[in-house]
């Protein structure tokens, strides 16, 4: 197993260990996010130049996180609902049921939207692994896309 491994094995946990000591409540980020989607940051650590930041994010039935990208890899696990994921061709990359894992590449050619088309809110938690310093998500326009 390779340090990287390790490392990222440990940070993980760690992090969701620290989870419940930590409640901070912010806006999910985006552009634009939908009415009512709020992410709120159960932990967060540095190990060298790494953040690890564990989130709950919460989007309401027909909201979406808006159009963004990552700086550096995002883990997801969906705790409730469905997500429905395009990427900036307007096509599905991924439908997540509850129970489902998603991984979201980093960098400005993989913007992306997640939508909620369910009638119950998406509830999932998230690890962001990034650059230190860097923010969770980077907003990107709209690139032409309509869903129904």
């Known amino acids: 197993m390779s340090k ?5 094995i440990f940070a993980t946990g760690a992090t969701m260990a620290a989870a419940a000591s930590l409640g ?5 980020q985006a552009t634009p996010p ?4 709020v ?3 159960l932990s967060q650590t ?7 930041v564990v989130r709950k994010i919460t989007i309401p039935p027909g909201q979406s996180t808006g159009w963004h990208y990552h700086d550096g890899t995002l883990f997801g696990w969906l705790q409730q609902g469905t997500l429905s994921h395009f990427d900036a061709t ?7 049921p509850t129970g489902s894992f998603i991984q979201e590449p980093h960098g400005a ?4 939207i997640g939508i909620n088309k369910g ?12 650059p230190a310093g860097s923010p969770l998500s980077e907003d990107a326009p709209n690139p032409g896309c309509e869903f129904d």
Not at 24 to 28: G, T, V, W
Not at 46 to 52: A, E, F, K, P
Not at 109 to 112: C, M, R
């Open 4 to 8: 990287q491994h390790r490392l990222r």
């Open 24 to 28: 901070l409540s912010s806006p999910a």
């Open 34 to 37: 939908g009415s009512g989607v």
């Open 39 to 41: 992410g709120i940051t």
């Open 46 to 52: 540095t190990v060298g130049h790494t953040d690890y």
């Open 90 to 96: 307007c096509k599905s990359d991924g439908i997540y």
């Open 109 to 112: 050619n993989h913007v992306h």
């Open 119 to 130: 009638r119950k809110p998406v509830v999932l938690k998230v690890l962001y692994v990034l």
